[in-house]
């Protein structure tokens, strides 16, 4: 297995003053890396029986979509207001360095659907808990929440205590 940490720089003052962002893209960029990192979140699962993958746009989709195949389930996107373009339900949140809102379809998870809630990156879990309201808004029963990154400093599982969280790389 590849140590995915030589595949993340470190950017300072992205995108403000003062963050320290984790730059995924030499890791996207790696075929072998790519691999082992989409092998490794798999591994996270179990084998525990999943409906759905939730990705939260937009890094969060890069390896969701991925984990559904291979998981034998369906992808649903959460986005950013406005790009979904069919009825929503919405939510907003606080993250890092910023608020936004987020979205999701109203018929993209059915009740009691066993979803797996993957983004790239755990900080502040504004984020996160955000996308698991929206889930659980809709009858979804969150299996767990795995991230490849979490910031372990800005303690945002303390955001997501109920759920069953894991990270591949913490910081
Ligand atoms: O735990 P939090 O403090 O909420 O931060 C984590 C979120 O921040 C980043 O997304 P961002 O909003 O930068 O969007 P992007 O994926 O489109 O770059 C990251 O991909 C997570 O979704
Ligand atoms: N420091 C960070 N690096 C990358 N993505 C993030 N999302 C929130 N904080 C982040």
Partial sequence: MLNLENYI???PDFPKHGVVFKDITPLLANKEALVSCTTALLNLTENQKIDKVVGIESRGFFFATSLAQHLNAGFVPIRKPGKLPFETLKQPY????GMDALEIHEDAISKGDKVLL???VLATGGT???ACKLIEKLGGEIV?????????FLKGASKLRKYDVRSLLTY
């Avoid at 606080?94 to 360095?97: D, S």
């Avoid at 767990?144 to 372990?152: A, K």
């Fill in 118 to 120: 993957h983004d790239d």
């Fill in 94 to 97: 606080t993250l890092e360095y």
């Fill in 128 to 130: 996160a808990s955000a």
């Fill in 9 to 11: 720089r470190d950017i």
């Fill in 144 to 152: 767990q929440c795995n991230f490849l990154i979490e910031l372990e």
